[in-house]
């Protein structure tokens, strides 16, 4: 039984770039949430996605965007990358009306 | 601001030893209370999870202690191994109505053989 993956592993961009991060979540899943890891800090909540809808949102501004598919996988966007969004970005999925969520191993993403 | 504060930020103690990771939160709508251990490059794996209607829960060398009433709860490792070594992170939900994770700031184990 697969976990939560994600890809890519790694990533470096440029300030005012634009990234997609991609996970699929746990088999029989139907709920994905993203998480940004600063270094040496707790992973601060960004969206969850349920139904192909955000269902909540953390304090993230706009240029943090989402998506889920109908397969229940989800895309995370960030658009006009700043030195501040280098990050461990995690994923974690969740079966709906159950609170127990299951990580990722993250993607690294620097910004230079 | 951080409604779940974790301390100590790090520790260190011997092989066989009792690890000790505190935590106090505010909102009293939480009611779900996960434990989660991060190695090196890695995502976070489930360790233990609590519910505030008991006041303790053990799974093996862990065992979760609840206090509902000082809303306070924490992380007891008995018999600590090498291969504990690695950072803890508690959090908080709210289920039904909040689905997300509010964690701690970590505390970095390190176990002395």
């Known amino acids: 039984d697969a976990g939560v993956t994600q890809s890519p592993t790694h990533l470096i961009k440029t300030r005012g770039q634009q990234v997609t991060l991609r996970c699929s979540p746990k088999?029989?899943?139907?709920?994905v949430s993203w998480y940004q890891q600063a270094l040496g800090q707790g992973p601060q909540f960004i969206f969850q996605?349920?139904?192909?809808?955000?269902?909540q949102r953390g304090n993230f501004p706009d240029r943090f965007s989402g998506h889920q598919f109908p397969n229940y996988s989800s895309e995370l966007n960030v658009n006009a990358l700043l030195l501040g969004d280098s990050a461990l970005y995690l994923c974690a999925s969740s079966l709906a009306g159950l609170e127990t969520q299951y990580f990722g191993p993250g993607t690294r993403l620097l910004v230079l | 601001q951080q409604q779940v504060k974790q301390s100590p930020q790090s520790l260190i103690v011997q092989k066989g030893g009792i690890s000790i990771i505190n935590c106090a939160y505010e909102n009293t709508a939480f009611d779900y209370f996960p434990w989660y251990q991060q190695f090196p490059g890695k995502g976070p794996a489930l360790l233990i999870a609590?519910?505030?209607?008991?006041s303790e829960k053990k799974e093996g060398r862990f065992t979760i202690s609840f206090n509902k009433s000082a809303k306070q709860f924490s992380l007891h490792i008995m018999d600590s191994q090498p291969g504990d070594s690695a950072t803890y992170f508690c959090?908080?939900?709210?289920?039904?109505?909040?689905?997300?994770?509010?964690f701690g700031a970590g505390t970095t184990v390190t176990v002395r053989a």
């Open positions: 088999s029989g899943h139907d709920t």
């Open positions: 959090a908080a939900l709210r289920r039904g109505n909040d689905y997300k994770l509010s």
């Open positions: 609590i519910r505030p209607d008991v």
């Open positions: 996605y349920y139904e192909e809808e955000e269902r």
